[in-house]
């Protein structure tokens, strides 16, 4: 296994790493500072997008840093899974640089999606769009009603009726669905066929926002916070009737589409979150080195140089462990990777939110403030530990693949 990046990749996440610190930290303090000053909380309806966002965007597309993680050559970057993680453990350093780059979730596992599984419609209409960051989008999948954990246990459906779907049902923690510009959903739900397995009785739906039946019930806040100008949704499908050519791939492929599209897209998720704890792991030393209590730097009471240590430790490990499934993705498919992808799932999150614990300590009453990232990365980690399948679904998958080689058959 060689986990080098490419000379492309590497210069690509060092471009990413400039433009971060060059055009996206001198600002980001005051960015967030900004839209807490003006916060509408759960009232969406009010919620804008600052100016500076798209102009950064447009200059992060001038220089070419732009749909990075699509291996397309010329619709993206023409990076591997792989080689894209480098930039994604930059863009992770910001909670402001993906969506900058046009590498935000949940946007680039649905514009994967339409790329992959789409048709020639689909594409014109939602992809170019998303691709061009004119739109944003939202993926419709979580329940309030059923244990989500099971994806089987889904309980809204999509039915035909003649040349049309009928889509019924509530989801919630729809992130995204908050923003303005979102335009296009991707509904997955029950299409009930008793002729095929479980796993075959689901599909992908794209659904336009402006749909009659479509109704945003409220915002979901996350530890208090509504994520604004985005955030999470609960929403609610009565009678809501779309072509029936808005099925992706055709009624039943839901399963089989969501595994194409959860593999690289938890690869993005977790070196995101090393980024992060990277970030967080030098505000801690910076504070560490700079504040002295009991006439010593507090990098050097209460064991703190043995949690730094354990610290990087952590980091490195995730690292390593993530790049292994980047690379068996690229080589060997996503149904090679799957113990991988589901390690790396319950790894970096929880290795994030040590970290930031860490550094939160470190930082004693500012680091639980808006005065460093610190709550926003917590709050990203904790919230990672049940999106994409909670750490229990994680593990029960890799138990089961490993007792699999016993031939343990469930």
Not at 34 to 63: F, S
Not at 150 to 164: L, P, Q, R, Y
Not at 259 to 273: F, T
Request: glycine content about 10%.
């Amino acid at each position: 296994m060689d986990f080098q990046p490419s000379e492309r990749a590497a210069q690509t996440a060092q471009r990413v790493r400039s433009f971060i610190d060059t055009h996206i930290a001198p600002i980001e303090a005051e960015h967030w500072a900004g839209i807490l000053k003006r916060r509408h909380g759960g009232e969406w309806t009010e919620w804008q997008i600052p100016p500076r966002v798209e102009a950064l965007k447009a200059k992060a597309r001038e220089e070419g840093l732009w749909n990075l993680f699509l291996p397309d050559a010329e619709l993206g970057a023409g990076l591997s899974v792989l080689d894209y993680a480098f930039s994604a453990e930059q863009t992770g350093r910001s909670m402001m640089a993906p969506e900058i780059f046009n590498c935000n979730a949940p946007d680039s596992g649905n514009m994967e999606v339409i790329w992959k599984y789409g048709n020639a419609e689909q594409k014109e209409k939602w992809l170019k769009p998303l691709l061009a960051g004119e739109i944003r989008s939202v993926f419709f999948m979580t329940e309030p009603d059923v244990a989500s954990s099971d994806a089987t246990n889904m309980a809204a459906t999509a039915v035909i009726d003649g040349d049309h779907i009928v889509l019924n049902g509530k989801k919630w923690w729809s992130s995204g669905v908050g923003d303005p510009r979102c335009k296009i959903g991707i509904f997955m739900a029950l299409t009930p066929d008793e002729s095929k397995d479980r796993h075959h009785q689901h599909s992908m739906v794209l659904v336009p926002m402006d749909t009659p039946g479509v109704e945003i019930k409220r915002m979901l806040p996350v530890f208090g916070e509504y994520d604004e100008p985005h955030g999470h949704g609960e929403v609610h499908f009565h009678n809501v009737r779309v072509p029936i050519g808005n099925f992706i791939s055709g009624p039943g492929r839901g399963f089989e589409i969501a595994q194409g599209r959860l593999g690289p897209g938890r690869i993005h998720h977790c070196m995101r979150c090393i980024g992060a704890a990277e970030k967080s792991l030098e505000l801690a030393i910076q504070r560490g080195l700079q504040r002295t209590a009991f006439r010593k730097p507090l990098i050097d009471l209460g064991g703190n140089r043995e949690r730094l240590a354990e610290c990087r430790v952590a980091i490195d490990q995730a690292r390593l462990l993530t790049l292994q499934a980047a690379w068996k993705i690229d080589t060997l498919g996503v149904m090679s990777a799957l113990t991988d992808v589901s390690a790396i799932k319950v790894v970096a999150p929880t290795m994030l939110q040590n970290v930031v614990d860490f550094a939160i300590q470190i930082h004693g009453g500012a680091g639980v403030s808006h005065d460093t990232p610190l709550t926003m990365f917590f709050n990203q980690a904790r919230s990672l530990r049940l999106a994409d399948g909670p750490d229990e679904v994680h593990k029960g998958m890799i138990a089961r693949l490993e007792l699999k080689k016993y031939g343990v058959k469930h």
